[in-house]
């Protein structure tokens, strides 16, 4: 059975124009069912290049890794 893994870093426009990144991690119970937990990170910012650069910076992230909403 192939497992489709989400990408970790998580990045949204919210209403008020800012962007938020969000930390995604998956895991499987017993019978293979993905459970996902997910963390939103309290800083704000003016751009996505701005909140990948942040993910780079704070939790090593690689390209290709970000998803966007």
């Not at 993905?34 to 993910?55: G, H, N």
Request: zero cysteines; proline letters at 4%.
């Amino acid at each position: 059975m192939s497992k489709s893994e989400n990408k970790p870093f998580l990045i949204e426009k919210d209403a008020d124009g800012n962007f938020r990144l969000t930390l995604r991690s998956t895991r499987y119970n017993s019978q293979g069912y993905p459970l996902v937990d997910i963390e939103l990170q309290e800083e704000v910012f003016s751009s996505a290049a701005a909140a990948k650069a942040f993910a780079r910076d704070k939790f090593k992230a690689q390209p290709g890794e970000y998803a966007t909403k």
